[in-house]
């Protein structure tokens, strides 16, 4: 019975480990409380107000094939020039299981949500196409790039 037992919770607690078993994903979303992927396509993202008087859009990331237990990432977002429209954002720490609300969250996939991705000037790049970048990094030195098209619009109080 112990024997089952410890099998039991060795197979529970695999199924929450980080996916080492694949080359490193990044899957870019949206989302202040849950995650809400990215088209291939240009999203348009509601700038929000900070607390600081400063506005932002929301981030959110699902990685697969690499230690999400403890990773460090980077945003940022580029104008169609290259010029940067926001502040760099890195965040180091472990992400979440992948709450597998939906189909796309596979087993041993990590997601963060609300990450806020500061906007520099927002007026000067509100309804304009920007290149949101993120690259992660594990402490194995695994790593991965994604990038899409977003579109800042109205802000939200």
Known sequence: MRVLLLAVLALVAGCDSPNLNTDPLLILGTGEVEFIPLTDGVDDLALASGIQ????????????????????????LTDE??????????????????????????????????VTVIVDDPGA????????????????GRTATAVTKIRPVTVIE
């Not at 992948?98 to 949500?113: H, K, L, N, P, Y």
């Not at 290149?131 to 402490?139: G, I, R, W, Y």
């Open 53 to 76: 008087g400063g506005q932002h859009v929301w981030g959110a990331l699902r990685v697969t094939g690499m230690d999400w237990t403890n990773l460090t990432v980077t945003w940022e």
């Open 81 to 114: 020039d290259g010029d940067r429209a926001s502040e760099t954002t890195t965040i180091r720490q472990a992400f979440n299981h992948c709450t597998r609300s939906d189909d796309a969250c596979e087993q041993g996939m990590g997601e963060i949500v609300a």
């Open 125 to 140: 790049v509100r309804g304009d196409e920007l290149s949101m970048t993120v690259d992660a990094s594990d402490e194995e």
